[in-house]
């Protein structure tokens, strides 16, 4: 696996790559990898000849009360994860790099506000201005065929495709299934910040969100009282706070009708000071 840091030379390795006729897929992360971003890189491998990362921890999407300088930074061993993995190629920039004129300089892609206004957008507003204008940045630099997205941040899945889609970007976007631990739980980097007592409760988010879907799949409409019964039940279950839980449109995100033949359970729920995220499609 070569490790590149500058884009000229990235384009180089990826313009021969193309004019070999061979196809590149690309899995963009912020590092501190565990299972579910390694699961990525599997399905980019089934979609393409050559599988690009990129591990770079993007300023632009953290708020003024989130501490940049605190994300965990463990290249190398994300290095040999990918390695192992059998990713192609890792590209690691500064973020000199990545931002020439800094980040106050930097022109931003908005996509549209009623993607991205509610659910996490509601609690850490400008966030998607700084992921979209990342995530372009990075296409244009890389130049996939392709680029594989976890379901696990369905808002942000959601609004890369609308930014491919509105900027007709020749980008295929591919959404992976959510990696989850035999107990149900879903992959995140922030699992390694429960206690062994949170672990055990841990997993009753899912659990929660597959008995909306039940509810759902059996022709229950009234959708404020199922996210009203599960939020209740979450803290009964131990959870210290439910920052929501919502049934939602699957391509607009706004709030489900008895119209809607698809739905997103959408849950993020804490314990202690994490934040654990999981949403359920059907």
Known sequence: MQVIETISKLRLVVQG???????????????NLHQGHLSLVDVAKQKADKVVCSVFVNPLQFGPD?????????????????????ADLLFFP?????????????TLV??????????????RPGHFDGVSTVVL??????QPDCAVFGQ?????????????????????????PIARDKNGLALSSRNQYLS??????????QVVLQDIAAALQSGNRDFFALCEVAQQRLLREGFDQVDYI?????????????????FVILGVARLGTTRLLDNILI
């Open 17 to 31: 790559w193309k004019r070999q006729g061979l196809t590149v897929a690309f899995v963009p992360t912020m590092g």
């Open 66 to 86: 989130e501490d940049f300088d605190r994300y965990p930074r463990t290249f190398e061993a994300d290095k040999k994860l990918l390695s192992e993995q059998g």
């Open 94 to 106: 500064s973020v000199q790099e990545v931002y020439p004129h800094g980040t106050a300089q930097q």
């Open 110 to 123: 908005k996509v549209l506000a009623s993607l991205t206004e509610n659910l996490e957008g509601a609690v």
């Open 137 to 142: 940045k990075l296409f244009n630099m890389v």
């Open 152 to 176: 696990k941040d369905y808002q942000q899945l959601r609004v890369i495709k609308m930014m491919v889609e509105d900027l007709s970007l020749p980008i295929k976007i591919i959404a992976a």
């Open 196 to 205: 062994a007592e949170q672990r055990q409760i841990a997993p009753k988010l």
């Open 246 to 262: 919502e049934i939602c449109q699957p391509k607009t995100l706004q709030k489900s009708t008895d119209f809607d033949q698809e």
